[in-house]
């Protein structure tokens, strides 16, 4: 199963290089120079010289960032790469604090008032604002996206069945998981619309990476992006009309309940209907 390492994939090291700051909209880019001189000290004060901010998760007010505890001397490999310790950052403030200690962590996400922690070995846990912490959910990929009301989240869930690597759920502060979609290999990077009906989600099932659409009450996958496409015309460079997947759902917001932005990787963000799967860059406006 794949596991997410940020190296290019995440925000905060997707303009570490010129060309990526080049491509990318201005106003990302001010955002991650923002969090960067906010969370960077912070980290080396609580965490020591050695530790480095990896990873943003999420958006807006009650952001959570990955520190690991050091760079590996050699690149890691998929299935063998650092846990995470978890501190919250409030974008609008600045403010920064210590969520977990521990390097266990693979993901987390702020759920309305609490912290949904996604360890290593698969396990979601729910911390309340009292501290207290109760398991959610096993067997769960990764990819979290909570609801706008905070009170459900939307993941990838690892299967059992032979020839369905991945699927996309629902799990609700219960701990009740609802499966949305499971089509043959990979279903994942789901993300739902704020308005709690629509989840949209990258699926393999066409040998072409491509987002589909599905509701919360389950109905049938529909392709938005890459339709006729197969792997087969992907070579010597993407074609006309391909849509990039997203890097991974903690760098989607969603513009409108219709609207998804995403980051695409390489520094460059798209925006998606999620009704026509008409999808273009964000240019964004002058630096």
Not at 153 to 172: C, K, N, R, W
Not at 173 to 201: C, E, H, M, Q, Y
Request: net charge neutral; no cysteine.
């Amino acid at each position: 199963m794949r596991k997410l390492f940020l190296s290019i994939a995440a925000l905060t090291l997707a303009a570490s290089s010129a060309s990526a700051a080049d491509r990318m909209n201005p106003s990302d880019l001010r955002r991650i120079e923002k969090a960067r001189e906010r969370i960077v000290p912070a980290v080396a004060k609580e965490f020591g010289p050695k530790a480095r901010f990896v990873h943003l998760f999420g958006q807006g007010r009650n952001m959570m960032a990955g520190i690991i505890a050091e760079i590996p001397e050699n690149a890691p490999a998929t299935d063998d790469v650092p846990l995470l310790a978890i501190v919250a950052y409030d974008e609008p403030t600045g403010a920064v604090r210590v969520v977990d200690r521990e390097f266990k962590y693979r993901e987390a996400r702020a759920v309305g008032p609490n912290v949904a922690l996604l360890d290593g070995q698969g396990n979601l846990r729910l911390r309340e604002p009292n501290g207290r912490e109760r398991v959610l959910a096993q067997k769960v990929g990764g990819d979290l996206f909570p609801t706008a009301k905070g009170d459900a989240l939307v993941a990838t869930l690892v299967m059992a069945d032979e020839g369905h690597e991945t699927s996309v759920g629902i799990i609700d502060l219960n701990g009740r998981v609802k499966v949305l979609a499971d089509g043959p290999g990979i279903d994942a990077t789901p993300s739902i619309s704020p308005d709690g009906k629509t989840v949209v989600f990258v699926s393999g099932r066409t040998s072409v990476a491509s987002f589909f659409v599905t509701t919360v009450d389950g109905a049938a996958p529909r392709q938005l992006t890459n339709v006729g496409l197969d792997n087969t015309k992907l070579f010597g460079g993407a074609p006309e009309g391909f849509v990039p997947p997203p890097v991974s759902s903690h760098h989607m917001e969603w513009v409108s309940d219709d609207v998804l932005r995403y980051n695409a990787g390489g520094g460059e963000f798209w925006k998606l209907n999620v009704r026509t799967g008409q999808a273009a860059p964000d240019l964004g406006g002058e630096k």
